[in-house]
């Protein structure tokens, strides 16, 4: 049932405070600022040496944005890989090592392939899932449940953000356990996944705003996106939700790689989606954003306050997101790409639950 609600996409992306309200609480006390774990935790981070994450489209970019999260706060290397390819790639694995499988429907074929071959190595196996009744919860040895609720819309929303807030919860409890974030740290990062729910209502704010872009948008041939960090993985998460429900063609890159070979794209014609809160990265990302903006590139720049007071005069158009800790920033910037192309797809008349050649889960290779 889509409610009030036009599309079951727009649904699901207004359910997201609720979902992730429920997903964090879950993973964390909010009393004592801690991430709750399993008590049968099949492994221990602090003996890890490598942490390999394997998923599929929208859920693979999650685990891009984890990597950021465990490298940095945990200190523990991440490998992460599209599942059609690990699968095939035979990659050396040490022995008892830890393999995360995310995956929304728990069905996706290519993520259960390397989610067995993973076994086959000798991995703990630790699956992400929404359908916990699914073959790859079942063939994990601990499920994280993801907790939105069921997801209609082809286009994944819901999911991805509570994905990214299980994904935030584990990044805080390996900091724990190796011993590379202090009890009063965890307890300021649990606090940001606590205000998360408040944060997405406030991102959803710019819905307006981003319905008149999407008007000039639905003209393009050709969407670049950019982001630095852990803002990269929103770019490319960006960029897939406007291929999938706009057919437009769409790329995200990484800022810095801007001059190795996609300047080359700029003139008038180009829309490019600059995903880039006030975070330490944020100059580096605004001086990439002159060379389009120079090269007469229309910027859509997605900010806070303080990165729209600073961004110059270049910039088309503005979308604010609230102001945030960079941590929860992936998760807050993910809310204005959906909406960017949700809008467009309507105003383009795409068939937007269901779009075309595309299935909900892909359970053939
Ligand atoms: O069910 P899964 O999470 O394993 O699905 C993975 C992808 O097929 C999925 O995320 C796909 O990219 C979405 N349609 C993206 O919106």
Redesign the pocket.
């Given at each position: 049932d889509k409610g009030n609600h036009r599309h079951f996409m727009l649904k699901e992306i207004y359910e997201q405070p609720d979902a992730l309200s429920h997903t964090v609480s879950h993973y964390v006390d909010l009393a004592k600022g801690k991430v709750k774990l399993p008590a049968d935790l099949p492994f221990d981070f602090a003996k890890l040496n490598r942490l390999t994450i394997s998923?599929?489209?929208?859920?693979y970019y999650a685990g891009l944005v984890a990597k950021y999260w465990f490298e940095k706060y945990a200190r523990l290397p991440v490998e992460v890989d599209v599942a059609s390819e690990f699968r095939y790639r035979e990659p050396p694995m040490d022995k008892d090592g830890l393999a995360l499988f995310?995956?929304?429907?728990?069905?996706?074929a290519d993520?259960l392939a390397a989610l067995r071959y993973c076994k086959a190595q000798g991995q703990h196996i630790a699956s992400i899932v929404n359908a916990q009744e699914s073959t790859i919860a079942r063939e994990s040895d601990i499920v994280f449940p993801i907790l939105c609720g069921p997801e209609i819309s082809?286009?994944?929303t819901k999911?991805t953000t509570a994905q990214m807030s299980v994904l935030a919860s584990l990044a805080i409890a390996a900091g724990r356990q190796r011993g590379t974030i202090s009890e009063a740290e965890e307890f300021e990062l649990v606090d940001m996944l606590a205000k998360l729910p408040g944060a997405i209502t406030k991102a959803l704010a710019s819905e307006k705003k981003i319905d008149q872009i999407s008007h000039e948008l639905s003209k393009a041939s050709d969407v670049l996106y950019l982001g630095r960090g852990s803002l990269f993985p929103i770019a490319l998460e960006g960029a897939?939700?406007l291929k999938?429900i706009t057919y437009i063609h769409a790329e995200g890159y990484a800022s810095g790689e801007l001059k190795h070979g996609p300047i080359a794209l700029i003139d008038e014609t180009l829309p490019v989606v600059v995903v880039a809160p006030s975070d330490p990265l944020f100059d580096k990302t605004i001086s990439n954003m002159h060379e389009v903006a120079a090269r007469g590139g229309k910027i859509i720049l997605i900010t806070d306050e303080a990165g729209a007071k600073s961004a110059g005069d270049d910039v088309h158009e503005i979308i604010i997101v609230p102001n945030a800790h960079a941590f929860v920033m992936p998760i807050i910037c993910a809310i204005p790409v959906q909406l960017l192309a949700y809008y467009t797809a309507v105003f383009m008349g795409t068939d937007v639950d269901q779009p075309r050649n595309?299935a909900k889960?892909?359970t053939v290779e």
């Open positions: 998923a599929c489209g929208t859920a995310i995956s929304q429907s728990g069905e996706t993520t082809v286009a994944s999911a897939l939700k999938e595309l889960s892909v």
